[in-house]
């Protein structure tokens, strides 16, 4: 499974192709990331912050198969876009544990506290079930999200909703550098 699976498939091909720069992923007026939408408030602001990210995150994985994800950045980093996925489900769901939702781990134990990049091995059932992890988290933290009118709501953990919603937006940002310099070790393809 890619990460277009689920997608429009020419929606996939065209985020591996760039017919004006072919080095990139998309022609620029086709960026899925780029919408009509202006941010008028804080709100649809840092949503569509989250959003571009996320969909950064994916493209970056677009159409590779399981070795292509699980490659290693260098030794002695475990570090991968298959592991970036598995991390990713993490983070989503650290999001509702800091919100105080009781939520236990996804890949990581007490034995393996790395174990969401540890376990990215190259295995398409291991990069599916990432794909369906990160996925079902990222909607379980847009419905919690939209449960809220004012994101300067303290949550049940106590903190401010934007305050969570900034930190997920930070460390998407931080991981897609990540998933910049790993697809390019893949195949070449570079930021954008």
Known sequence: MDAGEGNDVS???????STVHTDMWVDPDDDPREDDVEGVDERSA?????RHFRLTMEMKCAGLDAEQMARRAVPPSTMS?????RHM???ERHFRRLAGEDLPRIYRTAEDRDGDWNGAVADPAVVEDAWRQWRAERERTDRF???F???GTRTA???LLRDIVLMQITEYARHCGHADLLR???DGRVGQ
């Open 157 to 159: 953990g106590g903190e």
């Open 89 to 91: 489900a993490e983070d």
């Open 149 to 151: 009118a004012d994101l």
């Open 81 to 85: 876009l298959l592991g970036l996925v």
């Open 184 to 186: 390019e070790r893949v």
């Open 11 to 17: 929606t996939a091909q065209r985020w591996t192709r």
């Open 46 to 50: 840092l949503l569509a912050a989250l």
């Open 145 to 147: 999200i939209a449960g």
